[in-house]
């Protein structure tokens, strides 16, 4: 029935042997090298984004603390939040954004 599968393969040379052990090798090397890629890429993004994580908690506690010194919430202005959580001009127009947001 499978009589292809039972005839003898003609032996490889020496040569084609070496030529396909180093074509794997090579390409085994190219998918480390892409997969260490991905990671360190990956790594970068999730430290970007736990510093950023970490940046909107710390402007949350600074707006909650401001909040219960007495001031009510929506009598506090937007500006006087982004004064007192600092940063640089295009973060306090992205931070107004958001206060504005909410």
Do not use: C, N
């Amino acid at each position: 029935m499978f009589a292809w599968f039972k005839k003898q393969k003609p032996p490889l040379d020496k040569e084609e042997t070496e030529a396909r052990l180093e074509r794997i090798e090579r390409v085994i090397r190219d998918l480390r090298l892409d997969w260490d890629q991905t990671y360190d890429r990956f790594r970068l993004l999730h430290a970007r984004l736990s510093k950023r994580i970490e940046r909107d908690e710390e402007l949350r506690r600074e707006a909650e603390a401001t909040t219960t010194e007495g001031e009510h919430p929506e009598t506090q202005s937007v500006d006087a939040r982004l004064a007192a959580a600092g940063g640089t001009p295009p973060r306090r127009m992205i931070l107004r954004s958001r206060l504005i947001r909410r």
